[in-house]
Structure formats: C-alpha cells, structure tokens
C-alpha cells in the first residue's frame, strides 16, 4: 500500500512545498523531497526494510513512520534547523511545458481502521485542454454509495511553485475543481487528487510528464 503528504509552508517571504511518499515495497523507501523556486532543495530517504514483508500491522507502523518522517522536516524547516535557501519565483521567460496525463493508476490510501473512500475522474479522457484543467469527480464509499460533504483537494506535486486547489462534494456526490496547470520543475511531478470525510479517505494519483517543446527553425 503506498502512502503520501503534500504539504505547503512558509517562512518569512519563501514559500517550500514539502512532498513525503512511500517508494513501493521494491525500494522499500520513504522519500522526502522539499521544493522552492522550481529547484530541489532538500531531500532525505529512509528504508523501511526492517517491516518487510508487509501486512496490515507493518502498514500502519510504515504510515505513522512515513507521517514522523514528513512532520519532522516541515518542523525543521520552520524552525531554521534546516537551512534553506530563500525560494524566489521561477523567471517569467523560463518555457512553461504542458503536462500529458499518463493512464490514471488509482491508489487507495488505507491506513488501518480508515474507511476508504472511491474517487473517480469522470472526465479521465478530456480533464486536460492546453494548459486549463478540468477535473469532474465523484466520491463513493466502499458501498458505491455517493458521499456529500468530502473535503477534496487537488494538488500539483513537483510543479515550479506550489499548487494546491480545494472543493467540496455536492449531495451527489460530485465535486468539480478547475484550473490553470503550472509549470513543472519535477519530471517525477503527478497530479494528486484526494478526499476526506471524517476518517474515510481516498486518493488518486497520475503520472505526469513534460512535453518537449519542438525548435522552429
């Protein structure tokens, strides 16, 4: 089961987005990686090798290790402990490449006792037109039965400057969000999409790549 956190923090003027991800049991892995002004700032690993093979205990000593390990960089970030250089905005004539949704693989998040919660992009064909993205989702519990109120979010993991957009599901369960795709300074960047209602959770992730720009002659 693979786990993850995207957060944002600030300190004075800079601004650093913090992304924390369980690699998958073939590296056995967490990786901690901190970006500011379209640079890799800092990056920390440690293996989980000790709880391999995996089962429903290991899993969830692996997630409270994988949050511990997210909690205490974005601690070490605003406190100072770790020095980081300001993060200024990318230039305004750097290229802007499009991002190419590669097959959406779903990932459910499950920790123990969480109830998971089914996202699904309605629109996973046509979500993106040029740089505007439109994502049409629904939100189901185990029982395909539709769920109001989910707080859901969609964020730009590996992109230039943090993006981070929010919305809730109607009574049907459906729940639009709409946006312009930043620039990405990861080739490793993913569109994440995830929801929450109480303590029921789901996620979504697709791989995203930049497209090369063809030189005009």
Same mark, same amino acid.
């Given at each position: 089961?693979?786990?993850?956190?995207?957060? &944002?923090?600030?300190? =004075?003027?800079?601004?650093?987005?913090?992304? %924390?991800?369980?690699?998958?049991?073939? /590296?056995? $892995?967490?990786?901690? %990686?901190?970006?500011?002004?379209g640079r890799v700032l800092h990056r920390r690993t440690n293996n989980y090798l000790d709880l391999l093979p995996l089962n429903p205990d290991r899993e969830a000593a692996l997630k409270?290790?994988?949050?511990?390990?997210?909690?205490? +960089?974005l601690e070490e970030i605003r406190s100072g402990v770790l020095s980081l250089p300001p993060s200024v905005p990318a230039q305004?004539? *750097?290229?802007?490449?499009?991002?190419?949704?590669? %097959?959406?693989?779903?990932?459910? +998040?499950? !920790?123990?006792?969480? @109830?998971?919660?089914?996202?699904?992009? +309605? &629109?996973?064909? %046509?979500? $993106?037109?040029?740089?505007?993205?439109?994502?049409?989702?629904?939100?189901?519990?185990?029982?395909?039965?539709?769920?109001?109120?989910?707080?859901?979010?969609?964020?730009?993991? =590996?992109?230039? @400057?943090?993006? &981070?957009?929010?919305?809730? /599901?109607?009574?049907?369960? @459906?729940?639009?969000?709409?946006?312009?795709?930043?620039? $990405?300074?990861?080739?490793?960047?993913?569109?994440?999409? @995830?929801?929450?209602? =109480?303590?029921?959770?789901?996620? $979504?992730?697709? #791989?995203?790549? *930049?497209? #090369?720009? +063809? !030189?005009?002659?």
């Open positions: 089961m693979i786990f993850g956190h995207n957060t &944002n923090v600030s300190v =004075g003027k800079s601004g650093y987005h913090v992304q %924390t991800e369980d690699a998958g049991t073939a /590296s056995a $892995l967490i990786d901690t %990686t901190v970006y500011g002004g409270l290790r994988l949050d511990e390990q997210h909690r205490q +960089v305004s004539g *750097a290229p802007t490449p499009a991002a190419i949704p590669v %097959t959406p693989a779903p990932v459910a +998040v499950k !920790p123990a006792s969480r @109830e998971i919660l089914a996202i699904e992009l +309605v &629109n996973s064909k %046509t979500w $993106l037109a040029g740089k505007r993205a439109t994502l049409h989702l629904r939100i189901t519990d185990s029982k395909a039965n539709s769920i109001s109120d989910a707080k859901v979010t969609a964020s730009i993991a =590996g992109a230039v @400057e943090p993006a &981070n957009f929010f919305t809730e /599901s109607d009574d049907h369960g @459906e729940a639009n969000i709409a946006f312009d795709m930043p620039r $990405l300074a990861d080739p490793n960047a993913a569109l994440l999409i @995830e929801a929450t209602r =109480g303590s029921a959770h789901g996620q $979504l992730r697709f #791989q995203l790549r *930049a497209r #090369q720009r +063809v !030189p005009v002659s």
